[in-house]
DNA sequence: GCCGTTTTCGGCCCGACTGTTTTCAGTCG
């Protein structure tokens, strides 16, 4: 049984705690078990030979023994037995944009929907809008939400989300007023794969911004659209989210957005502990908001050195940041050169020649 | 369900947008 899908597990767990309408603090509980489980550098089953589950951020008494139980038996009684009262089928509801646990309860329950395709053939008959809480809008989103998952599910690698990025960013860096632009999320964090895109903006009147955002040649479907954010979705099913801000307020904007969600809340209970609360537009105090146009004095103010966007996982990298141990990361200008690249005498899409000019212009 | 140099019980990040609502729940970032 490797992380994976002891990770796996935990995040169904909560699932389908989440669609039975469980306490989201407990559900939170186990979504947090699974990423911690996920993002493990050692595997879970070694730790549990050692006997050292309980190291594990978010482990405790309960989920210790339900792993200790996987381990042994290769199951876990307690998610048998939540996999008899809600069906796979309803847990998947969750994967449609726009349907979260409680709908796809409720869509379950009063429509006896199991899965995404009778999900689809009730809204195509009209039967989502008889739902109370839902109306016929809604349930236009449901079904566009289908045909989005239909298009495209999953991640896409950073080499192609970041010209597309690149390119939606020129266009905005256009618009008068706008002061900066930039990717944000799990881009600006360079994880390997992205999500979706999410780009930061600041300018004194959003309006504009917003505006030109919405006619871009890539938008195929505006998902909302309000003052300080709008998303909107590509024809290949690729959502881009965009939040514009004041540029006195890009320090704590940008801290906001390029996360992770994990690295922001562990930040913002620091925040608590020093007497702020933090948000995207400032560092909240009693006594007046403080209002942050970089990142460095976010951080500063908490007591904290500036953490490198690659490390902004909540895998101790706050921890590291407070006993000022935080690694020293290489960066490209550490590059001297690189021994292992491919050319046209194979797959390559460029001579030996050309390749070492090219390493020679950079410097290589 | 987890966790603790203020806590072993009672908190748990903070906010935007929409639709259906008559005051806010749901979903999402
Ligand atoms: N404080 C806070 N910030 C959040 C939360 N969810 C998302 N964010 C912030 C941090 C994220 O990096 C950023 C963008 O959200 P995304 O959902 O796009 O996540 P991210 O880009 O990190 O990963 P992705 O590759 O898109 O799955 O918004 C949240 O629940 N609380
Ligand atoms: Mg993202
Ligand atoms: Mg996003």
């Known amino acids: 049984?490797?992380?994976?899908?002891?990770?796996?597990?935990?995040?169904?767990?909560?699932?389908?705690?989440?669609?039975?309408?469980?306490?989201?603090?407990?559900?939170m509980a186990y979504r947090k078990a699974a990423?911690?489980?996920?993002?493990?550098?050692?595997?879970?089953?070694?730790?549990?030979?050692?006997?050292?589950?309980?190291?594990?951020?978010?482990?405790?008494?309960?989920?210790?023994?339900?792993?200790d139980e996987l381990m042994r038996s290769g199951r876990i009684g307690a998610y048998e037995r939540l996999?008899?009262?809600?069906?796979?089928?309803?847990?998947?509801?969750?994967?449609?944009?726009?349907?979260?646990?409680?709908?796809?309860?409720?869509?379950?329950?009063?429509?006896?929907?199991e899965g995404v395709a009778s999900l689809e053939k009730a809204a195509r008959a009209g039967?989502?809008?008889?739902?109370?809480?839902?109306?016929?809008k809604s349930e236009q989103k449901v079904l566009a939400g289908i045909e989005a998952l239909k298009r495209l599910s999953g991640r896409t690698l950073l080499g192609v989300a970041l010209p597309l990025a690149e390119t939606m960013l020129g266009a905005?860096?256009?618009?008068?007023?706008?002061?900066?632009?930039?990717p944000a999320g799990s881009l600006r964090r360079k994880r390997e794969t992205v999500?979706?895109?999410?780009?930061?903006?600041?300018?004194?009147?959003?309006?504009?911004?917003?505006?030109?955002?919405?006619e871009l040649p890539q938008v195929e479907e505006v998902l909302l659209s309000g003052s300080t954010k709008t998303a909107i979705r590509t024809a290949e099913g690729f959502q881009v989210d965009l939040r514009v801000l004041e540029p006195q307020r890009w320090g704590t904007a940008l801290q906001y957005f390029t996360g992770s969600q994990a690295h922001n809340i562990h930040l913002r209970q620091l925040a608590l502990e020093r007497g702020f609360s933090l948000s995207e537009y400032a560092l909240h105090r009693e006594e007046g908001d403080v209002l942050c146009s970089t990142e460095e004095e976010v951080y500063s103010a908490l007591g904290l050195p500036t953490i490198p966007p690659e490390l902004r996982e909540d895998r101790g990298e706050i921890e590291a940041a407070l006993a000022s141990r935080l690694p020293d990361l290489v960066e490209v200008d550490?590059?001297?050169g690189d021994f292992q690249f491919h050319t046209t005498r194979s797959d390559g899409h460029n001579s030996l020649l050309e390749m070492a000019q090219a390493a020679r212009a950079a410097g290589l």
Request: net charge negative.
């Open 83 to 113: 996999r008899e009262q809600v069906p796979d089928g309803v847990v998947a509801l969750l994967q449609v944009p726009d349907v979260g646990p409680k709908r796809a309860a409720l869509f379950w329950k009063e429509l006896g929907v």
């Open 334 to 336: 550490d590059l001297k």
């Open 172 to 182: 905005l860096l256009e618009v008068p007023g706008v002061v900066l632009a930039t």
């Open 127 to 136: 039967r989502l809008q008889t739902l109370p809480g839902m109306g016929a």
């Open 195 to 214: 999500g979706d895109l999410d780009l930061l903006v600041a300018a004194e009147d959003p309006e504009p911004v917003m505006a030109r955002f919405r």
């Open 1 to 27: 049984m490797n992380n994976t899908e002891v990770a796996d597990i935990l995040a169904r767990m909560a699932d389908i705690l989440a669609i039975q309408g469980e306490s989201l603090h407990r559900i």
């Open 35 to 67: 990423e911690n489980v996920a993002a493990l550098s050692r595997p879970v089953e070694e730790m549990w030979q050692a006997d050292e589950l309980r190291a594990i951020p978010g482990i405790g008494k309960t989920l210790e023994a339900k792993i």
